[in-house]
């Protein structure tokens, strides 16, 4: 009549050892009486387990049952939450008359019994994993997940080696770690984050390759989440070695949410090479009989004395045609000289990548305190998308595109800081970005003293909501382009920027035949609703800028409107629009579809405008009256159309009497060609507004 307390988990085991000494044979059942919290006794629960019938006198049976709370294998009794406490024991069935000896009863907590049952995981080591980092543990993986059924697993303490794939579909938690060969991948498709790779192979630096090696392959997964985690990186990750086995991809694939950070290693010190080339300028992206060429690194930077445009990168190496292709042209280089290669190592490095399509990067940092640059695009490939990251501290370059793995990338949200804010600008080398393809979205980022934000050749982009500073501490300093447009017929629409002291540059450097030919000429660039403000700058700076690299070219359609020009704490601008004639001068007499209107300007002397209506005045009667308008001509151009000369007030002779006669006018009048001409019949003399066009509109 013990009270034996029934709780939550506990199973206990009755154990009666019976003999039958004389009469009837009974049959012997383990059995209990269970009792609510209030004495009473428990109806509806099973209250015995098997019958043992007794055969023979003197022979001792044993007999056994299970008690507990879980409907288990192996429990006679299994009952619930209401029972409190049991009476434990036996009971005799059959007919009166008989007489048992009772040898032994006893009442045990087999709790443990049930452990593997009761717990939520599974260990590989009870599936056969030695964990002694020298035993094939694949198999043991593989059969503890099929076992977990629902539950997780346990890699316990040890090192564990896998030489095959080993992919969980159960949640796994890693207290040892495991080791496996490059080519084999683990894949967790119920915790797929970075924590649990980090876990899984006990370094953080190899638990991420090996997270992203995963990532690209069959995970019930598009995106890697690194749970905020700062990784520290002591080389470049090359993600493609990483994901081994592929070049190619183009399934969406994201990684989100963590830090890189770069450790001082000489894993990232730059490479260079010099070598000796030959240029033939019907092939303006090759370069031929390359001297040790085999040393000639992919995606290195191209320099020379002569010719190289900027942001110029090997794309790839031939080394039994001694040739290297490179990612622009080459404008203007000599038959032979000598190229410097400088390849920068990168964070994440994608260049192994011949394909690479709808890859984003989101709310990741790169923190490279001046030790390495951010990130190499893939060779090629189509929507490479970098959204609300962090660039800090790059030493060359925070995304480099060697080739046109650039094609629709977008960029969007996200802070460049450079590694060069305490250095005056002339001093700086770094650059945020470049492209060379085209129908790239650059939008709403910020960026902080570099030599240039970015270098895009290509065309077809879109280029908004943008805040890029370049400026310096020093009084009348010189200032750098923020972005440089390599290509003539740039066809891009910049809007609603904000450009802090620097100037936007167009040029058509990455041409290799940069003399105008049968093409279209600098055109297509639409420069709308932007901020151009400068500081401590001198009257010859100048906010936009056109440079040709050949001779020919003429603007074939710009638009510049409703931009505000402005300068503070230095001297007044002469003007804001500059033709640099370095290489050669623009054709003014062939200006098409200029349109330059409805902006504002703040301490600027002379403000360009196209068409231009301004007043001449004549107090002295004149049969030919003249009005310079160079003051207001875009770029230099010539007064080619005059569209209106209209009265203001009457036109009177010499003797004030009015005069009805029409006047004829003409322009490109003057040395510049910048001047207009009213011609009338009689000398005249009052005033009249001239409105005229440095363009011919189509």
């Avoid at 649990?196 to 997270?211: L, P, Q, T």
């Avoid at 802090?500 to 600098?522: A, R, V």
């Avoid at 001509?633 to 159309?641: C, S, W």
Wanted: net charge negative.
């Amino acid at each position: 009549m013990g009270a034996t307390p029934i709780l939550p988990g506990c199973y206990y085991r009755i154990t009666v050892r019976v003999k039958a000494v004389a009469g009837n044979l009974p049959r012997v059942r383990a059995a209990a009486t269970p009792v609510k919290a209030n004495g009473q006794v428990a109806s509806g629960p099973v209250t015995h387990g098997a019958e043992v019938p007794l055969n023979a006198y003197g022979r001792i049976a044993t007999v056994t049952a299970i008690v507990g709370t879980g409907n288990r294998g192996g429990v006679d009794m299994a009952w619930d939450a209401g029972v409190a406490y049991a009476h434990l024991g036996f009971d005799l069935v059959g007919g009166n008359g008989g007489s048992v000896r009772v040898d032994d009863i006893a009442v045990e907590d087999v709790t443990g019994a049930f452990l593997r049952d009761m717990m939520d995981w599974v260990d590989v080591r009870d599936y056969g994993a030695k964990g002694d980092g020298t035993s094939d543990d694949t198999d043991a993986f593989h059969a503890a997940d099929a076992a977990a059924e629902g539950r997780s697993v346990l890699v316990s303490r040890g090192v564990y080696r896998l030489e095959d794939h080993v992919t969980f579909n159960a949640p796994v938690r890693f207290e040892g770690r495991v080791e496996m060969p490059v080519s084999k991948r683990l894949s967790l498709t119920r915790n797929f984050e970075l924590n649990s790779y980090v876990d899984a192979f006990g370094d953080e630096e190899e638990g991420f390759r090996r997270a992203i090696q995963a990532l690209f392959h069959f995970t019930d997964h598009d995106t890697l989440d690194m749970m905020g985690r700062r990784v520290s990186l002591t080389q470049p990750l090359d993600v493609q070695a990483a994901v081994h086995g592929k070049d190619t991809y183009a399934n969406q694939r994201s990684i989100r949410n963590g830090q890189l950070d770069i450790r001082d290693t000489p894993a990232f010190d730059t490479e260079t090479v010099t070598a000796g080339c030959d240029f033939d300028p019907a092939d303006p992206r090759e370069l031929s009989n390359v001297a040790n060429v085999a040393n000639v690194p992919v995606g290195a930077l191209v320099t020379a004395a002569q010719g190289v445009g900027r942001e110029v990168y090997v794309s790839s190496v031939d080394v039994n045609r001694r040739t290297v292709r490179l990612s622009a042209a080459l404008w203007g280089a000599p038959g032979r000289q000598t190229y410097t290669f400088r390849r920068f190592k990168y964070a994440l490095d994608f260049s192994g990548f011949s394909v690479l399509q709808r890859f984003s990067l989101e709310n990741v940092e790169f923190l490279m305190a001046d030790r390495c640059s951010g990130i190499l695009l893939p060779t090629g490939g189509l929507i490479f998308h970098v959204k609300d990251c962090f660039f800090t501290g790059p030493r060359d370059r925070a995304i480099t595109s060697h080739h046109e793995g650039c094609q629709g990338m977008l960029i969007d949200r996200c802070q460049f800081l450079s590694s060069e804010q305490a250095k005056d600008v002339p001093d700086r080398h770094t650059i945020a970005f470049n492209v060379n393809k085209n129908d790239v979205k650059v939008r709403n980022n910020r960026a902080v003293r570099f030599k240039h934000f970015a270098v895009m050749g290509g065309s077809g982009h879109i280029v908004s909501g943008n805040h890029f500073f370049q400026g310096d501490s020093n009084s009348g300093g010189q200032r750098t382009a923020g972005i440089v447009f390599a290509e003539a017929q740039a066809k891009t629409v910049f809007v609603a920027n904000y450009v802090d002291n620097c100037y936007l540059q167009w040029t058509n450097e990455h041409d290799g035949h940069p003399d105008f030919q049968s093409e279209l000429s600098f055109g297509g660039l639409q420069i709308i609703g932007n901020i151009l403000f400068s500081s401590n700058v001198t009257a010859g700076y100048r906010p936009i800028h056109i440079k040709p690299f050949g001779a020919g070219h003429f603007i074939n359609g710009l638009t510049i409107t409703g931009n505000n020009f402005k300068t503070i704490q230095g001297q007044a601008l002469d003007r804001v629009d500059f033709v640099d004639t370095t290489h050669a001068p623009l054709d003014t007499a062939r200006f098409v579809d200029v349109n330059v209107h409805s902006n504002t300007f703040q301490a600027v002397r002379k403000q360009f405008q196209n068409p231009i209506t301004a007043p001449l005045v004549e107090n002295s009667a004149q049969s030919t009256w003249e009005l310079d308008l160079s003051d207001f001509m875009p770029f230099g151009g010539e007064v080619r159309v005059v569209t209106a000369v209209q009265p203001d007030g009457p036109i009177l002779d010499a003797a004030n009497g009015t005069v009805w006669t029409m006047p004829h006018a003409r322009g490109q009048v003057g040395g510049d060609r910048q001047s207009v001409r009213v011609a009338w019949s009689e000398a005249v003399k009052g005033k009249v507004f001239v409105t005229a066009r440095c363009d011919a509109p189509t």
